[in-house]
């Protein structure tokens, strides 16, 4: 089983629509990333969380330690949306610092 | 400038022939990571700095891969006689501490005939 899990793999939908992807963990983290990779594109950092909610234009991240489990929201999806999303977390202070990678969720938004 | 920087952004180099990769980060950011993505594949770590010093080399997947950061700042990654598996997207990401949020490159891509 991975320590870092997203659901789901592949995600279609229509632009306007609520997108929520899900990321599950299964080991101790200081910090969760969301972050953004268009086609044949570089990565880019969405957010890092330790707790609560943050928002920033149309995405808004949560996580809940308890569970091991964070979300990322995107409200009025648009095709330019379109990208692989991935979760990566960031083990405690004791442990090695290496992020540990999801296998990222494939998003299209079809126009 | 504002982002990480990354140089060249395409490389196309012949089988055993040696590449240079460059990799400007955010002005101040103590920590540097290299990260080699395979198509369709996530990051893989290959390298970290902390300031000049390597303190990770445990992903290079060869001798053939060398990195360094002699002041602190700039990085370059070579790869020495270059074979078809190593191509890929070679991504670096730089951040205040090892574990603060990574700003990361655009990459190079380098394809190896």
């Known amino acids: 089983k991975n320590e870092v899990e997203q659901s789901p793999q592949n995600l279609t939908a229509q632009e306007g629509e609520f997108i929520t992807i899900n990321c599950s963990y299964s080991v101790g983290i200081s910090a969760l990333h969301w972050l953004q990779q268009h086609p044949g594109g570089g990565i880019v950092s969405l957010f890092m969380?330790?707790?609560?909610?943050k928002k920033h234009g149309r995405l808004i991240a949560t996580i809940n330690i308890q569970e091991k489990h964070s979300s990322l929201h995107i409200t009025a999806s648009h095709p330019r949306d379109s990208a692989v999303y991935i979760c990566?977390?960031?083990?405690?202070?004791?442990?090695?610092?290496?992020?540990?990678w999801g296998a990222g969720t494939k998003l299209i938004i079809k126009p | 400038g504002a982002g990480v920087s990354q140089s060249p952004r395409y490389k196309v180099a012949k089988r055993g022939q040696d590449v240079a990769l460059r990799c400007d980060p955010i002005?101040?950011?103590?920590?540097l990571f290299w990260y080699q993505q395979a198509l369709g594949q996530g990051p893989e770590f290959l390298t970290y700095f902390q300031n000049e010093a390597q303190l990770d080399k445990s992903g290079l997947p060869s001798d053939r891969f060398f990195a360094e950061r002699p002041e602190g700042s700039v990085s370059t990654l070579k790869i020495q006689r270059t074979q078809q598996e190593d191509s890929a997207v070679y991504l670096c990401a730089s951040s205040f501490g090892t574990r603060g949020r990574q700003y990361f490159g655009p990459g190079t891509r380098l394809t190896v005939l």
């Open positions: 990566a977390v960031i083990p405690p202070m004791d442990s090695n610092y290496q992020l540990i």
């Open positions: 969380l330790s707790s609560g909610k």
């Open positions: 002005s101040g950011h103590v920590s």
